[in-house]
């Protein structure tokens, strides 16, 4: 691995473990103290009595998504010499992702609570997370190419690989589900059996990507058009 390697993926690893820890915050805290599913008038009370949360929740998830960007940057020119069209599929499934997200925040971010009332910023709330959940079958079709990359091309990253389209593969199964409305319920009983790999995936290939680059572990450079 040359220096730019190592430094790219360090950068990268770093972004991922940033992005999970920035993620808990900005949704583990903030949101899910703000939202109260099947509650409209008590998520408007919330909002109305932490107000603060909300900046925390729009400030967090703006710097995921540039986060986001910074991964989709750092993983294309890590594997652009392992396949040219896949790591631009790689790439552009994040992108797309990111896309998707930034709509999403959008649909609180944009809100003026002094001029909405409870069942308008409760439908904003949940167009959030409807707009993120489609966002997130991008992300898991990102994660599986990505392992697919790895577990073809990059030698010592067959767990990590696994590790990745095992989590593409919860996420497409989640998420998919979760647009139809008739298995929403499943889709939340998928979730909570399958919020492990979802999370250990992308995780331990961050984890893979600084040991990698600290080790100066070399990629490949196959190029494959």
Known sequence: MTLNQSKTAIYTGTSLVLMAIIAGIGYGWAFTSIYTEGNPAETYQHVLQQSFLLTVFIACFSLIAALDGIVAWGLFRLTKTFHSKLAHAVALTRIFYLIVLLIAISRIGLQDISATNASGFYYSCRQFL?????????????????????????????LTAALLMLAGVAYLMVHGLRAVPTTQDLSRQLET??????????????????YSGVRSVRFSRKIVS
């Open 193 to 210: 059996v399958l919020a492990l790999p979802m999370a250990v995936g992308e995780l331990y290939a961050a984890i893979w990507l600084i």
């Open 130 to 158: 409807s707009v993120w959940s489609a966002g997130l079958v991008f992300f898991g079709i990102h994660l599986l190419l990505w392992g697919y990359l790895f577990i073809r091309y990059q030698q010592g990253a067959k």
